[in-house]
């Protein structure tokens, strides 16, 4: 049965919620490797390392929302944000120590000012939890 | 309901419609000026229940015996709707403004009002 989001999905940092995300996308990975010999006849691979990048769309407000001030500070000061988690449902989520890959703002003359973010999980083990 | 928030946002406002806004239509028999307003959408716009977000599109028809009247009640009254969202910890903004209806013949000769249009997108706080 499909997974009503409403109320239940968060993007979190730290088990902190953080506020007026439009959308949290969030993908893993696991890049092949290719470890064909020459001669075979077929191209072979084997799994290599678990990998993941978190896209946000915010509204964006670095005054007066949790969490956004968090993010453009890690991104400004290059440290990782603790337990990024997309969360579905609740008790349901991946979560991951990230790097703030880039924030990039857009304003126009009819509208909020909104952001989208790209996070990389790094140095740390990528925590599915489903 | 944020429709009528927004009802007491403009008659609050004190515009030149006074208490007479109205949802959706208006009594034919109404004196002018007057404002309805139609909230067209609504939906949740944000992610969990923290400073969670609500959007709605609002139309706003000034309605009066003049262009100019019609027109300056519609920028009042669209004036109100964003301060008031403001201060209630949203956002409201024009996506069109200043359209103006101009007045028609009806049956018979006389004239109909002059209506102006403007269309605001709100992003509220929900609970």
């Known amino acids: 049965m499909a997974v009503p989001t409403a109320g239940n999905a968060v993007f979190s940092i730290n088990a902190a919620a953080v506020g007026e995300v439009a959308s949290a996308t969030l993908t893993v990975s696991r890049q092949p490797i290719e470890v064909t010999a020459i001669g075979d006849t077929y191209r072979k691979h084997e799994y290599g390392i678990v990998d993941g990048t978190v896209n946000l769309e915010l509204f964006w407000d670095t005054a007066g929302v949790t969490g956004h001030n968090t993010i453009v500070t890690a991104l400004e000061n290059g440290t990782l944000l603790t337990a990024a988690a997309v969360v579905w449902e609740s008790g349901k989520s991946i979560s991951g120590n990230a790097y703030v890959q880039d924030v990039s703002i857009t304003v126009a003359p009819n509208g909020v000012a909104q952001a989208t973010c790209t996070l990389i999980f790094s140095g740390s083990a990528i925590t599915i939890t489903q | ?127």
């Open chain 2, 1 to 127: 309901m944020i429709e009528s928030d927004v009802v007491g946002w403009i008659v609050a406002g004190a515009t030149t419609a006074g208490p007479r806004v109205s949802v959706g239509s208006r009594l034919q028999s109404a004196a002018l000026p007057a404002v309805t307003i139609d909230m067209t959408t609504g939906s949740r716009a944000s992610l969990g229940t923290s400073s969670m977000l609500h959007r709605y599109s609002l139309t706003i028809n000034a309605i009066a015996i003049d262009m100019a009247s019609a027109q300056s009640l519609a920028e009042a009254a669209a004036g109100y709707v964003k301060l008031n969202a403001a201060l209630g910890g949203g956002a409201a903004y024009d996506l069109n403004f200043a359209a103006i209806q101009e007045p028609t013949p009806g049956d018979g000769d006389e004239m109909e009002p002059a209506i102006a249009v403007a269309e605001l997108e709100i992003l509220y706080p929900g609970t």
